[in-house]
């Protein structure tokens, strides 16, 4: 802009000024008039600066509005909304936006989920089996109960699936059931799937903690029957790589168990069950002293994000803002006043922008939050000529300096600035994808509306009124 853009613009000013045409600049019209004032300029020096700083209480009038406006802006800030739905990224024509809305119709049960355990001291779980695996209805520190419990309460309706007790379908179906357990020797296994001949059945009698977790390996690589007869509760389907054991294959180190959500049909839904997968696990843990339990699904990766978005949008507007500060103290002469109104002027535009999202149904996510910390640059722009301007003025009052500098750069600023920004925005409105309209138009759109308004309208009142 400083190089090649600014000798264009000397190019173009010689033409005019000259009387060439704009097209055919080699042809000279001496007929052509040159303007001195184009309609933004002679609007704003002969209506609308004498109407809002030549007018004894507009200042005051305009201070209470955008001040109203302001608080009206923080008040509505609770109410936006965080995350980003998966059709927002689909052409408006896409067919998969019917295949979602009918499976989301059709859903009966959410996406699964699992719990995992393990020792807090990093030793073997078998010595708290009681606590893991029982069901029984008086064992009130089971943790599985606690898991049904949590499920069951109308207050957390997005976990629906009780826990997946593998130890249970391994004592209660499999090793209690003749047709299942059977071997040629203490370390060979016959598969229920396979001929039995030269088998019989496991030794149960007096089962030892080694053979115990020896048939255990079995029961999860024991493919069940699909035909009727045999063994049907082989644990090779449902729980095949549900634990891991130790080194020496005696004990089980780790396990988990399978839950599963309920109906998830927005992001606000798989925020919500996320938080409540984790409450559950928090509440295991902090019931006993010995197992450590986590929650996980595949969705978790994803919807992390929303657990400190709103942290990260506050500690990162506050860094642009008071980086904004700093430059223009350093830009301006250490003129503390001055940068600390630009700072008001980006600040109020930034809670404009908030507050908007919420009548314009734009959702909090990381597309909007670099968005929002997009607007205090472009606020930046706009508010620092003006400025600037103001504090240049050898005007002797603070009304007579406002006016100047809204005279000299209000008209730059709205045919310069704004705008060219409006006319590269607005071609995004006919984007198929409502991605680009909900966070490039509108986003945009209404930043650049915002920072005309504080520009030309509060910023040139705030200085008539209280500049320095």
């Keep these: 802009q400083s190089t090649l853009f600014l000798i264009l613009l000397r190019i173009d000013l010689s033409r005019h000024l000259s009387r060439r045409l704009d097209v055919l600049c080699c042809v000279t019209d001496e007929k052509l008039k040159v303007p001195e004032r184009g309609p933004t300029r002679w609007f704003i020096e002969d209506y609308w600066n004498r109407w809002l700083l030549g007018n004894k209480w507009a200042p005051a009038v305009v201070l209470i509005i955008f001040g109203w406006f302001a608080i009206a802006n923080v008040m509505l800030i609770p109410e936006l909304k965080i995350g980003l739905e998966p059709t927002m990224a689909l052409p408006t024509d896409s067919y998969l936006r019917q295949y979602f809305a009918i499976a989301y119709s059709d859903y009966r049960i959410g996406p699964g989920m699992n719990f995992v355990f393990k020792s807090k001291d990093g030793g073997e779980l078998d010595i708290y089996e009681d606590k893991i695996y029982s069901e029984l209805i008086s064992s009130s520190d ?6 049904k419990e949590y499920g069951s309460s109308s207050k957390h309706n997005f976990i629906q699936g009780e826990g997946g007790s593998f130890m249970k379908s391994f004592e209660d179906s499999w090793l209690d059931t003749n047709a299942c357990c059977w071997n040629k020797s203490v370390t060979e296994f016959c598969p229920s799937i396979n001929d039995r001949q ?64 309920g109906v998830l049909t927005s992001s606000i839904d798989f925020i919500k069950a996320r938080r409540q ?6 509440e295991v843990n902090s019931k006993n002293q010995y197992i450590d339990v986590y929650a996980y699904s595949y969705f978790y990766a994803f919807y992390e994000q929303y657990d400190t978005i ?13 980086a904004t500060f700093l430059v223009a103290t350093l830009m301006l002469g250490c003129d503390i006043y001055a940068s600390l109104c630009i700072m008001l002027s980006v600040t109020l535009c930034a809670l404009g922008m908030l507050g908007s999202m919420v009548y314009l149904d734009i959702p909090l996510n990381a597309l909007s939050l670099v968005n929002l910390l997009l607007s205090v640059g472009i606020a930046v722009e706009f508010s620092a000529n003006i ?6 003025s050898p005007l002797p009052t603070r009304r007579e300096k406002a006016q ?6 209000g008209p730059a600023i709205v045919s310069g600035i704004a705008m060219t920004n409006f006319v590269g925005v607005v071609v995004l409105a006919a984007a198929k994808s409502q991605l680009f309209v909900v966070f490039y138009f509108r986003m945009f759109l209404t930043i650049n509306f915002l920072c005309v308004f504080h520009t030309i309208i509060f910023l040139p009142a705030f200085l008539g009124f209280l500049g320095h």
């Design 310 to 322: 709103v942290q990260e949008l506050v500690v990162n507007l506050v860094v642009c803002i008071i």
């Design 404 to 409: 100047d500098a809204l005279r000299r750069t």
């Design 387 to 392: 400025m600037q301007a103001f504090t240049v």
């Design 198 to 261: 030269g088998c019989s059945m496991c030794p149960q009698d007096s089962l030892d903690k080694d053979a115990k977790y020896e048939y255990l390996q079995w029961f999860m690589g024991d493919i069940p029957r699909t035909d009727g007869s045999g063994c049907t509760s082989g644990g090779a389907v449902s729980f095949s790589n549900v634990a891991s054991f130790t080194a020496d294959n005696r004990s089980v180190s780790a396990a988990r168990f399978t839950s599963s959500h």
């Design 277 to 282: 997968a984790l409450e559950l696990a928090a």
């Design 142 to 147: 089971s943790l599985l109960n606690i898991i």
